[in-house]
């Protein structure tokens, strides 16, 4: 079936809340109308928009059709009188019990009905109120992180330019300003292409203590791309990216900011909102720049968290660079464009394919390596990560809903078969089946709708615990809110579960003939088709449970591995944070170098500190470098050239973070002032250069910043320091010291120390500011905190399928002891017949035991079944296990079991104290 008839039929379904005589006369304009939007709502939002149409066409409908009803219903009233509240001719009461009058009586009935079974309707809307409202929260942070649009004008046209190294494998690399200004003159599908990259800088002046702040370096139209107007002042023009004069030690082509825009919170927080700032110059970086703008308050930045540019900025500056005079080896700038008006994603991706075969034209090097430009949807983009999780999340907790609602079905199947009579006697006296069916049906939407509205406070505080675990690496989590959609979304869910959990008892409760219940059942015990229908209930929640329970132990087994992996470093007790030299009173790098070595010595001899050194970066702190590296033979052959992580580092680095050295040396003071190219490897890049040989003394080639290959030579190997990701091993890695490629103006500081690091900050600030008192400390944190970072995505997910494999569990364990204890309820006569014709307690344990065992094992038979397909949905989430992994498939389905005979243990012990006399004389 195609999405569009599938769309059809749902639209169908839908009309059929309005009148037949409504439907006759506007049904097929209606389906008109729908196609059409559809069409228009794919074309401008895809998916998300389709939605969010639906959702509209809900609420429309459900306002309409009811409108539509009462009208009818008041034209029938006013033309036939009164009617269907009371018997006709014969005493029988009409059939019909049609509009909105008979709907409302109906729902009184069956508000009467559940207000005289207060146990049976409190724990009904108990159980559903924790499904619905799981559902609900998870919802929430899937609605505000995949579903919901970017917070800018037309997002669905923004998108993000990659290019590729296909035969490096190399699948996503920022650009060059050169590489940029060459896409910007020969692209021709998109409205414009912008450019950024955030970085650190110290905000000084007289306007408050210095401060180090993220600064956003854009190219001049970044907010026009965006579609983004300052809330005070004005934009960046094009004059404002005229490169200007260097100044000493500045990268060839680029010259210093002069103009900037402010985050809304920064002219808040440090300049008190006032509006004259506009004009007023700011030290920023040691340079001074005129601040022109001030954003809205609602703006920010949302790119991938995988890039460089990810992070917010509290400052934009409109960078100055010359591409004539940029290297084009240098590529740190993140591409955002704007798709030009009627242009598809298949025609930019066509349009910067050309681009990238002109490039190649150019750059012979670059056809070797199969450079090439990739267009991806910014959206999409940014919630590729998480979107697995999320989706994967949703799906679990709509199992916990789903086993709820299964326990609810069975206190209704239950609930039906002790109202079979009453069923009868109306069915006697006239109620059509139809009416039965509704009048059931309506009982279940009380309950739903009860659970719904409990279900939004649960919701509430579960969104408020899902805040507090949230990891960094979730997007725009800080949108969550019971909105409009979540609302939508919470209704849709109590009347997707009020029918399936209605549905079978509503069905068994109008079937039965009235002969048929209204004969003398004493004895009888259960009747075959109400026990298979709560037999195969249970089946189902246990099947539903097993699959989220063994998706949980495979999380946990999964976080196990994730505790044990060796980071290639000890974080205990290690203090770090980042400090900025300003190029302008710092311009050249032995000026740099000078004030770290000074730094360094300071550091190293406070109290408490083993070790002091710095990097550029840290492991794990989520900014990556890299280049390529090659043996000789890459010189003829460029092929041979592989990607690998670069770090510069002081001396002591290694000793601070408590790397082991496995062969040679590490750095020393010497090596800063030495000429001679030498460099720290680790253990993998040596296997795989020098897989049967020593690896000190060996000279290779690499590609860093030059586009030229240096040769630079071992003097260490090391182990290898996962810098990515716990999860994965990650690329062999260069160590260098800072002065081989001249920076050294932002490191990261690293202090192992033998007290509380964090006891050191207030002495490292102050030994930092005897050096220069306009430095400040920025982002301090032990070590340890990048470790539990790197691990917070996986017990986010841990936790949140472990909660609700628990209450998979919990729910499939009363549902399994509500049914034999009913049916040990229904069967107290045969019981007591057995046991007064000898039966042994022991034989009636057994007997009641083995039943509740025969339901548990179909369930897990198929709830296996199930886990070999769904578990490996989740293939992404685990570390170090495979989704099919038979210990955990094994183990749970054990300990499922052996809950299975807890709850089976209850209602035949039960059984087995059944007084024989009493239970005969009863019936």
């Excluded at 942070?141 to 998108?159: F, H, I, K, S």
């Amino acid at each position: 079936m195609s999405a569009r008839d599938l769309g059809d039929r749902l639209h169908r379904i839908l009309l059929r809340a309005y009148p037949p005589g409504f439907r006759a006369r506007h049904g097929k304009e209606m389906l008109r109308v729908f196609r059409r939007q559809v069409t228009e709502a794919r074309s401008r939002g895809g998916p998300p928009g389709v939605l969010r149409l639906w959702a509209a066409l809900l609420v429309d409908t459900a306002r309409n059709a009811l409108a539509a009803r009462w009208t009818a219903w008041r034209n029938t009233s006013r033309s036939s009188g009164p009617g269907g509240r009371f018997p006709g001719p014969g005493g029988r009461f009409p059939r019909s019990g049609g509009g909105v009058g008979g709907m409302l009586e109906d729902l009184r009935y069956a508000l009467r009905s559940l207000r005289k079974s207060p146990g049976f309707t409190v724990v009904a809307i108990l159980t559903l109120a924790l499904g619905i409202g799981a559902n609900t929260a998870i919802f929430s942070v899937v609605d505000a992180v995949l579903l919901r649009p970017l917070p800018y004008p037309e997002p669905e046209e923004l998108v993000l330019v990659w290019g590729r190294m296909d035969q490096r494998g190399v699948t996503e690399f920022p650009h060059s300003p050169p590489d940029f200004r060459d896409y910007q003159r020969h692209s021709t599908r998109f409205e414009g292409l912008a450019s950024v990259i955030t970085f650190p800088q110290p905000l000084d002046g007289q306007d408050g203590e210095p401060e180090q702040v993220n600064v956003g370096g854009v190219s001049w139209n970044f907010f026009d791309v965006l579609g983004i107007s300052p809330a005070l002042g004005r934009d960046f023009r094009a004059e404002d990216g005229v490169p200007g004069e260097s100044i000493p030690g500045q990268a060839p082509g680029f010259s210093p900011p002069s103009v900037a825009i402010l985050s809304h919170a920064l002219w808040q927080q440090r300049y008190g909102g006032d509006p004259e700032v506009i004009g007023r110059r700011i030290d920023l970086g040691g340079n001074p720049v005129t601040v022109v703008g001030v954003l809205p308050a609602a703006f920010e930045l949302h790119l991938p968290p995988s890039v460089a540019s990810a992070q917010d900025a509290d400052v934009w500056t409109a960078m100055r660079i010359d591409p004539e005079q940029a290297p084009r080896g240098n590529v740190f700038l993140t591409v955002v464009g704007r798709l030009e008006e009627g242009a598809t994603l298949e025609q930019a991706r066509a349009d910067m394919e050309r681009v990238a075969a002109h490039q190649r034209e150019i750059y012979a090097g670059w056809e070797n390596a199969g450079f090439g430009l990739d267009v991806v949807p910014l959206q999409e983009h940014l919630t590729r990560a998480v979107r697995p999780v999320l989706w994967a999340l949703m799906g679990a907790v709509a199992f916990v809903l789903l086993i709820a609602c299964a326990n609810v079905a069975n206190l209704l199947l239950v609930r039906a078969t002790t109202r079979e009579r009453e069923m009868a006697i109306r069915s006697a006296m006239g109620g059509s089946r139809r009416r039965l069916v509704r009048q059931m049906l309506l009982e279940s939407g009380v309950l739903a709708a009860g659970g719904a509205l409990l279900g939004l406070m649960v919701a509430r505080a579960g969104i408020q615990v899902l805040l507090v675990l949230r990891p960094e690496e979730l997007p725009r989590i800080d949108g969550v809110s019971m909105d409009g959609s979540v609302l939508l979304f919470t209704v849709a869910a109590a009347a997707g579960a009020a029918l399936v959990f209605g549905a079978a008892p509503a069905l068994q409760g109008s079937t039965l003939e009235p002969a048929e219940a209204l004969r003398d059942r004493a004895g009888t015990g259960e009747s075959g088709r109400g026990r298979r229908l709560r037999n195969s209930v249970v089946v189902a929640e246990v099947a539903l449970s097993l699959v989220l329970l063994i998706g949980t132990g495979l999380m946990v087994r999964s976080f196990i591995r994730l505790q044990q992996v060796d980071p290639g470093f000890r974080a205990e007790n290690v203090l770090t944070f980042d400090l900025n030299l300003p190029q302008p009173r710092y311009p050249l790098p032995a000026d740099r170098a000078r004030m770290n070595a000074r730094l360094q010595e300071r550091l190293r001899a406070l109290p408490g500190v083993e070790e002091a050194s710095a990097a550029i970066p840290l492991p794990l702190s989520g900014v990556q470098m890299n280049g390529r590296y090659g043996d000789p033979e890459a010189l003829s052959n460029p092929d041979r050239y592989r990607q690998a992580d670069y770090r510069g580092v002081l001396p002591g680095y290694f000793e601070a973070l408590g790397t082991r050295l496995l062969e040679g040396r590490t750095f020393t003071a010497a090596d800063q002032a030495d000429s001679t190219n030498v460099v720290v490897v680790d253990e993998k890049l040596a296997r795989t250069l020098w897989p049967d040989e020593a690896a000190v003394g060996r000279r290779f080639l690499v590609r860093v910043v030059s586009p030229e290959p240096q040769w630079v030579e071992v003097v260490g190997v090391v182990e290898h320091q996962r810098h990515q990701s716990l999860a994965a091993e990650g690329r062999e890695t260069v160590y260098y010291t800072d002065r081989f490629i001249g920076s050294g103006g932002f490191l990261t500081w690293a202090l192992r120390t033998s007290v509380p690091p964090l006891s050191l900050v207030d002495a490292v600030r102050r030994e930092v500011q005897a050096l220069d008192a306009r430095l400040p400390l920025a982002r301090v944190r032990a070590m340890e905190s990048y470790v539990d970072d790197a691990k917070a995505p996986t017990r986010f997910a841990l936790l949140l399928i472990g909660v609700f494999g628990v209450m998979a569990l919990v729910l499939a364990a009363v549902g399994l002891y509500g049914v034999l204890a009913y049916a040990v309820r229904q069967r107290t006569a045969e019981i007591g017949v057995r046991m007064a014709f000898g039966a042994e307690s022991g034989s009636i344990l057994r007997m009641v035991v083995a039943r509740g065992l025969a339901l548990s094992g179909a369930g897990v038979v198929l709830g296996l079944g199930a886990s070999l397909v769904l578990t490996r949905l989740i293939a992404g989430m685990l570390v170090g296990v495979a989704p099919t992994d038979p210990v955990t498939f094994a183990g749970i389905s054990v300990l499922f079991l052996a809950v299975a005979v807890t709850a089976c243990w209850i209602p035949a012990r039960r059984a087995t104290r059944v007084d024989p006399a009493m239970a005969l004389r009863e019936e």
